[in-house]
C-alpha cells in the first residue's frame, strides 16, 4: 500500500544517548509542512528481499546512506537488492542544513571495510554499486586511499560489477582526487547539492566552483569516466539559477543530472520552501537535455543513486549514440 513517507519518522536506526546532530540543537526550529502533496508517495518498506538485504548489510556492520540519510526510495531500492553503502564510518565532519547523517568526530577508519563492502556486494550479486561517504575533513587526503581500496577490493571480488562513486569534495586535500581516480570508477558522482546562491545557509562547508572544478578535473584526468553530480529543489531556488547551475556542469563536461525535491528530515533543518510540482521538474529535465547532458532524471523523488544500475546501462547507450555519427563519417 502506497503511503505518503514521513521522514521525521523513518529512522530504522534504534535512538541512542548521542545526539545526532549536536551542532543543530540550538538552531532556531525551522517550519515543518504538515503535509506533503500527493505527488511525494511511495512504497513502504517491508517485503523478504528487503530484509534479506538489511541482514547482510547488518552482519557486515556496514552502513548506507539509504539508511543514514532517511531516502524516501529504501523501500524500492532494497527489495531490488540496491544499496548504497556508505565507507568511512556513520559521522559527517561537516553539518550541512539539509542533511541527515550524523554529524561530529569520526572514529578510526576500519581498515578492513574494503574486504567487507566487496563480500557483501558479492552476496548480493550486484551488476552495479553505488559508494558513497561521510565528509572526512580529519583526515589527511580526505579519505580517497579508503575509495581507491574499497574500488580494488570490489573489483578483485567482483569483477563483472562496475562501480559508480559518490564523493566528498575533497577540499584543501591536494592530489585526493588524482588517488580516486586512478582507481578507475566507472561513474564519478559528486553531487553540488544546490544553487551557488544558497551554499551559506545550505552547504556552509563547501565550495561552488570548487566542487565544479572537481568534476570537470575528473575528466581531464580520465575522459573515459561518466561523470555525474545531482540538485536538489525546493530550497528557494529560481529557474534562472538552476539553468545557470546547468551551464556550469556542461562547461565542466559533465555526463548525468539529478534534480529531486528537498525533503526536510527534522524541525532543525532547513525548511521545504517549496514542494515543486511534477511538470516542472519535467520541464527541468528537457532544458538539460537542451543544454547536451548524456542523462537526465528530474522527479520529486529522484535521488543520486536511485535507478543507478539502469542509469549506468543508459549512459553507455547514450554516449555511443552520440559517439556513432563520427565512427561512420
Known sequence: M???LDLLKNDPRPATARP???????RPDQPVQARKPDWIRVKAPGSPAYAETR????EHGLHTVCEEAGCPNIGECWEKRHATFMIMGDTCTRACAFCNVRTGRPEALDLDEPEKIADSVAKLGLHHVVITSVDRDDLRDGGAEHFARTIAAIRRASPGTTVEILTPDFLRKDGALEVVVAAKPDVFNHNLETVPGKYLTVRP???YFHSVRLLQRVKELDPTIFTKSGIMVG???DRNEVAQLMDDLRSADVDFLTIGQY?????KHHEVVRFVPPDEFKSYETTAYSKGFL???ATPLTRSSHHAGEDFARLQAARNARHAPLLTA
Not at 525533503?263 to 524541525?267: D, V
Open 20 to 26: 545526532r546532530h549536536p551542532e543543530k540543537a540550538h
Open 205 to 207: 562547508g563547501a565550495r
Open 295 to 297: 542523462l537526465v532524471s
Open 55 to 58: 541482514a547482510i548489510v547488518r
Open 2 to 4: 502506497a503511503v505518503v
Open 263 to 267: 525533503l526536510q528530515p527534522t524541525k
Open 235 to 237: 530550497l528557494g531556488e
